[in-house]
C-alpha cells in the first residue's frame, strides 16, 4: 500500500486521478494490514508532512495519518513514541532541522491523535523539557508561534511549578529578541499574528498560575531596563501589556519606583523604551502604563529622569499621532508629557513645527474619527500656547490653521494645567543645562534664563541691539578694571564673538542686580534699566572725580551726585541749545547716549507768572489717558461726564482728556470713581472694580505719539495740588507744562502698564493695544534768544505750552490729568519768579526730532507679580538711512517754528503747537529688509518683521509692548559726515586682545563640550540614558516659577492657581 501511495503522488497523474486513488486508500484504513505495513505507511505519511514538495503531498500525508491512527490505534503509539518525538525535537528530520516550525506542526498533530491513549502522559513529560529548552534557544517567531500554539491546545506540555515561572522568563526574553524584516503589509499582518499567539499563551499561562506574573514582569523590566548599547529589545514586547491587569498598576509602579538597586540609567532606558511600545499595534492599555509610570516617577521626585526622557521622546510620540491605529494611546501620553512639563517650553517648541501639517491631514483624511481626534489635539495645543505665550513667531501659523475649531475656555485651561504639574509635587527642580547645539540661523546669541531672570535678558539684549551703544562699549580701553562697565563689556562682547547658542550671565546678574530684587522672583524690567544705567553712570562719574585734579564742572541747574542717591545729569548734546553745558569728554557714556532733558514751567493762573526749571532724564514714563468710567454704587450705575475742550485741542494732535469728574465747574467726583482704578477686560472684573462702559464713538487705540503728547500736555494743578505762587504768597490753580529741550540720542520711553487699585488692593496691568509708529517725530524746543539764563518769567502770552491759554478762567474748563502733579516742582530746584516782562524775552523754538525704533520690550502676562518677558529689536544707528524720503532734508531747509514778538496769538499757537507725530511707511519703502528685526526670548533668537512687532497684541492680548526705544536720526551730522560727541563708529570695534582671550578660551572649552557629549552618546547607543538638560531658557529654576500662569501670566492678576510665589518663566 505505502508504495502505491508513494508512485501516485509523485505521478504526473491529473490531479483529479490523484484525489480519486486517495480516497480508495483512505477508506482502505478500516481493513485489517499487517503491523509492517502500517508502520511503512505511517513513516511515509509523516515523510510526506514533513518533506513533502507541494501542498498537495503534505495534504495527502496528514489525511492517510490521521485515517490509519484512528483505526490502528496500537500502532500508531508505536509508531510515535517518546524516541520518535526526541530525536524529532533534538536532530529534525532528515534534512529538515530541529527548529523547522513544521515539526512543532507534525507533533501537535499527532498529539491530536493519541489524546485518548494512557502513553501520552509520558510524552507530555518529554515535551515539557524539551519546549523549556527550545525557548531558552531564543526561536525564531514563526517556531515561537507555533509550539505557543501547540501549547496553548495542550496545556499539560507546558511546564510545571518551578519550571513554569523560568519559562515564562524565558518566554518574555524570547520576545525580546524578536525581530521583523517583513516590508509587504502580508508580512507584517503575519508578524504581529505570531506575536499576539505568543502573549497569549503567556496571559493563559498568568491566569493559571499567578505566582509566574511577577517573575514574568521583572524579566520585561530587566529587559527594557538594559543598557548594552549592543542589545535593543523588541517592541513586541508591548504585546504582553494589555494581559497585565490594570488593578496591579499601582503597587508594580511604586515597587518599581522606590528601589533603590534601580539605577536613574536603567529607568530612563526602561521608560524610553515603553514608549516606543506606542508604535506596536493592536496594543492595549500601553499609554495607562506609560502615564501611571511617569506619575510615578515624579511622585518620587525623580524629575532628571522625567525631562530626559520627555525632551528625547517627545516627537517619536508626536509622529505616532499620524496612525490611525495608535493614535488615541499616543495622544494620551503626549497630553500629559507636555502639560506636566510645565517649567520650560522646550518640550512643546520640539513639537510645534510638526503641528500644523498635522492638522492639515486631520482636517482632510476623510476618516470619522478625525474630527472628534482634532477637537482634542487642538484644546492640547491652545493649553500649551497660554501656558508659554511669550512666542508669537512659533504660534501664528497654529492659530491660523486651527482658527476655525472651537477654543477651550480660559477656566478649562487652569484647571488642565493645575491637574497636570507635576514639578507642584516638589519645592525644587533641578535645573538644566543648555543643550548643546550651534547657533541659530539668524547668528545671535541668547541669554540662558537664571531663574526668572527674563527681564534682565530682555534688557540686556535691547542695549546689546542699541548698536552706537555697543560700539562704544565694546571700543572702551577698561583693561584691568573690575567695574560693572567692564562686566557689560565683556557680556556684549559674548554676545558678538561666542560660538554657543546662547550665554549665561550669570556675573553681570550677580553685580546689577539691585539691593532690594529677590533672586529668583519675578522684577519690572523698566525699573531694572533704570537702575542699570543710574549704577554705570555714577561709576564713571566716581571715576572722573578721582582722576582730575579739579572738580568736575557743573551746569547752572544741574548736578551729578557721586557719593550715592539719584544721579543729576550735565546738560546732553549742546547743538540745538545754546545754554551752557558740559565739554563732551566730561559727560559719561549713559549721559551722551540716553541723556536728555526736560524743561518744566508753571504758570500761575491768579497772577501770570512763569517758574520754570531744568532736569535730565534717561527715560519718559508714558501714562495711559483715564478711560471713560460707570462706577458701581449701592446698586445704580453712574456715569463719568465725558469733557472735551473741542477749541483748545483743535489741531493738536493730543488725545482728548476725559475723567470721573461730576462738575465741569469743579464739582465733586462721582462717588466710587478712583483715580487709581484701572478698568480691566470682562473677564478681570471684580465686585470691587469699576466697569468700562461701550465707547459711544470707536476711537482708534492710543499710539506711543499719543501717549507722548499726553504726557507733553498742560496739567492743571488744583484742589489738593494747589501751587504755592511765591508772587502771590499763597496756593493757586497753576497749569503745568513739560517741554523736551534736550533730545537724547536713544529715546527710552517706558509704558505706565501696571496701577495700583486703591479699592481691590491690587496691581492691575492695562492691556491697550498701542500703536507702534516705526518712525517719529518728537517735538524739541531751543532757544533763540541772547539770554542764557536758565529759568524766566513771562505772562501767558508768551508761554511755550502747547495748549494756547489766554486767561485764567479758561483754565477751569480743562480736565485734571491723571499723572503726577509734581506739586514739589513748586517748591524744590526752582529759580525765583521775577515780575512779568522784567527779563529779557527768551521764546522757544520748536523742531521736529527725528527718531526711528531701535527695540521693543514685551511683557506676557497679566498682572506685574506674573508674566514674561522677551523682546524685538534690530540694528539701527544715527547715520543709518531709515527715514523715508519725506524726512531725508538738509538742517538748512528745515525752518525753525520760532516765535516772533509781533506775532499775534493765533499766529504763536500755529507756530508753536508742534505734536509728537508718526509717520507710517511700509518698510519696504525705505530699505527694510525681511531679516531686519530679530526676537529675542531668553535663549531663543529668531528672525521676524515690524509687522508682527504691530500685531503682537492683536493676535496675543496678554503680549503687551512695555519698554521702547527710538534712536534719533542727525540728518546734518548724517550729510556732513560729523561724529557729535566723538562716539559714534561706522562698524563693529575690533574685539581687544583682554576680551579676545577670554572669548577664545570659552570656545574652546565649547568645542571640548561637544566632542565629550558626542563620545558619550556614541558609548550609550542611541536610546541611552541622556546627558543633557532641558535649555533652562524659560526660568525652570526656580520651580516656584512654573505655575500655570508661567507663560500668560494667569487670571486675576494675582500670583495664578494656588501658588503663593511669583510666576514668571
Sequence with gaps: MDKILEGLVSSSHPVQVKKAIVKKVVEAAEKAITEEQCQALYRLTARLILLGEDAFQKQVGYQVLEAYARYHRAEFERFFSKDFILGLLQQGYGPLDRKDPGIIEFIHSCLRLLISCPLVLEIFAVIQVEVLRMVCEQPDPPLCARLSTMLSDFVQCIPRDKSAALFCQQLVRTIGYFSCTASQERELREYVSQVTKVSTLLQNIWKAEPATLLPSLQEVFAIISSTDPSF???????????????????????????????????????????????????????????????????????????????????????????????????????????????HSPEAFHLVVPHIVPLVQSLKSDGLSTSKSFLLQFTDLIHCMMYQYSGFPDLYDNILEAIKELPKPSEEKIKLILN???????????????????????????????????????????????????????????????????????????????????????????????????????????????????????????????????????????????????????????????????????????????????????????????????????????????PPVETCLQGGSILTGISISDSTEDAGKGTLSRETCQGSVSGGSESPGCSTDTVVKPKQEQTNCEAIATENLSPDPPPSVPDLINYFLAPEILDEDNKYYCEKCVSLHCAEKTLQVIDAPEYLILTLLRFSYDAKCHVRRKILDNVGIPLFLQLPLHHRTAKSSAATTSSDCSRSSSPLQVDSPESGENLAKKLKPSGKEEGEDGEEPEQEDGSDEEMPLGIQSMPYVLSSVVMHSGMSSESGHYYSYGRNVTSADCCLPPTLCYREEETGDATSSAG???????????????????????????????????????????????????????????????????????????????????????????????????????????????????????????CSFRPNGSDDNDPPGSCGPTGGGGGGGGGGGFNTVSRLVF
Design 232 to 342: 535593543e529589545p523588541s517592541i513586541a514586547l508591548a504585546s504582553l501589556v494589555q494581559h497585565i491587569p490594570l488593578q496591579m498598576i499601582t503597587v508594580l509602579i511604586r515597587s518599581l519606583t522606590t528601589d533603590q538597586n534601580v539605577k536613574d540609567a536603567s529607568m530612563t532606558q526602561a521608560l524610553c523604551r515603553m514608549i516606543d511600545w506606542l508604535s506596536w499595534p493592536l496594543a492595549q492599555h500601553v499609554d495607562t502604563w506609560v502615564i501611571a509610570l511617569l506619575k510615578g516617577l515624579a511622585a518620587v521626585q525623580k524629575f532628571t529622569i522625567l525631562i530626559d526622557v520627555t525632551l528625547l521622546k517627545i516627537e517619536l510620540v508626536f509622529n505616532r499621532l499620524w496612525y490611525p491605529i495608535v493614535r488615541q494611546g499616543a495622544l494620551a501620553v503626549l497630553s500629559h508629557m507636555l502639560l506636566s512639563f510645565q
Design 419 to 625: 491637574q497636570s504639574a507635576w514639578t507642584s509635587q516638589s519645592n525644587s527642580l533641578a535645573s538644566g543645562l543648555l543643550r548643546l547645539t550651534g547657533k541659530s540661523e539668524t547668528g545671535k546669541t541668547g541669554l540662558i534664563n537664571l531663574g526668572n531672570t527674563c527681564y534682565m535678558n530682555s534688557i540686556i539684549q535691547t542695549l546689546f541691539m542699541a548698536t552706537d551703544f555697543r560700539r562704544s562699549v565694546l571700543s572702551l580701553n577698561l583693561n584691568g578694571s573690575n567695574t560693572l562697565m567692564k562686566k557689560l563689556q565683556l557680556l556684549f562682547a559674548f554676545l558678538a564673538h561666542t560660538q554657543r547658542a546662547a550665554y549665561a550671565p550669570r556675573n553681570f546678574f550677580e553685580a546689577s542686580r539691585p539691593p532690594w530684587f529677590t533672586p529668583g522672583s519675578q522684577q519690572d524690567c523698566s525699573e531694572y534699566l533704570r537702575f542699570l544705567l543710574d549704577r554705570l553712570h555714577e561709576e564713571e562719574k566716581t571715576i572722573q572725580a578721582f582722576s582730575l585734579a579739579k572738580p568736575c564742572p557743573s551746569s547752572t541747574d544741574a548736578s551729578v551726585n557721586v557719593n550715592g542717591g539719584s544721579p543729576k545729569f550735565a546738560t546732553t548734546d549742546g547743538h540745538l541749545a545754546d545754554v551752557p553745558s558740559e565739554p563732551d569728554d566730561q559727560k559719561t557714556l549713559i549721559e551722551q547716549m540716553f541723556g536728555g532733558r526736560l524743561s518744566t514751567s508753571i504758570r500761575c493762573m491768579h497772577c501770570n507768572s512763569i517758574s520754570k526749571k531744568e532736569e535730565p532724564f534717561t527715560d519718559l514714563s508714558l501714562a495711559f489717558r
Design 903 to 1025: 506775532q499775534t496769538n493765533s499766529n504763536r499757537a500755529a507756530s508753536t503747537d508742534l505734536p509728537c507725530t508718526s509717520l507710517a511707511r511700509p518698510e519696504r519703502e525705505v530699505g527694510q529688509t525681511a531679516r531686519d528685526w530679530f526676537l529675542f526670548n531668553d535663549s531663543r533668537v529668531t528672525f521676524t518683521s515690524f509687522q508682527s512687532v504691530q500685531n503682537v497684541t492683536s493676535r496675543f492680548p496678554k503680549d503687551t509692548a512695555y519698554v521702547l526705544i527710538y534712536r534719533k536720526q542727525d540728518l546734518r551730522n548724517r550729510y556732513n559726515n560729523g561724529t557729535p560727541n566723538g562716539m559714534r563708529l561706522s562698524a563693529e570695534p575690533p574685539l581687544q586682545k583682554e576680551l579676545m582671550d577670554v572669548i577664545t578660551k570659552d570656545n574652546k572649552l565649547f568645542l571640548q563640550e561637544q566632542e565629550l557629549s558626542a563620545r558619550t552618546r556614541a558609548l550609550q547607543a542611541a536610546s541611552a540614558s
